[in-house]
C-alpha cells in the first residue's frame, strides 16, 4: 500500500507563489504516474498535472499551463508542485495522487493524499 503525504498548503495574496510537496512511502515500484488534481467548493475535481514516473514529461491543464511547473525527486520518492503566478480561481484543496498508468481521470489513481488547502485572496 502507498501511502502519499502532502504539505506546502496555504494562503496567499493574487500573483504570489506557494509549492506543494507530496512524499510516498513504502513500496512505490507499482507506480508509474503521479499527479496532482484539485477540488474547489461546489466544483468537481479536477487534474492540474500529472507526469510520468520513468521519465516522462509532464502535462498540465490549460488553465494552470505556464504557471505551474509539477517535478518529481525520484532519490526522495516526492512531487512537487510551483505555483506561479496564482489567481483567485486557483483556491482549492489539491490532492497528489499515484497509480500505475497516466491518465486525465480520477479514477485511474489508485491512492490519494489527505490534501492540502491553497487559498488566493484579491
Known amino acids: 500500500q502507498v501511502q502519499l503525504v502532502e504539505s506546502g498548503g496555504g494562503s496567499v495574496q493574487a500573483g504570489g507563489s506557494l509549492r506543494l510537496s507530496c512524499e510516498a512511502s513504502?513500496?512505490?515500484?507499482?507506480?508509474?504516474?503521479m499527479a496532482w488534481f484539485r477540488q474547489a467548493p461546489g466544483k468537481e475535481r479536477e487534474v492540474v498535472a500529472r507526469i510520468d514516473t520513468r521519465g516522462g514529461s509532464a502535462d498540465y491543464a490549460d488553465s494552470v499551463k505556464g504557471r505551474f511547473t509539477t517535478s518529481r525527486d525520484n532519490a526522495k520518492s516526492t512531487l512537487y508542485l510551483q505555483m506561479n503566478s496564482l489567481k483567485p480561481e486557483d483556491t482549492a484543496i489539491y490532492y497528489c495522487a499515484a497509480g500505475s498508468i497516466c491518465s486525465w481521470l480520477d479514477t485511474a489513481y489508485s491512492y490519494w493524499g489527505q490534501g492540502t488547502q491553497v487559498t488566493v485572496s484579491s
Open positions: 513504502t513500496d512505490t515500484s507499482s507506480i508509474f504516474c
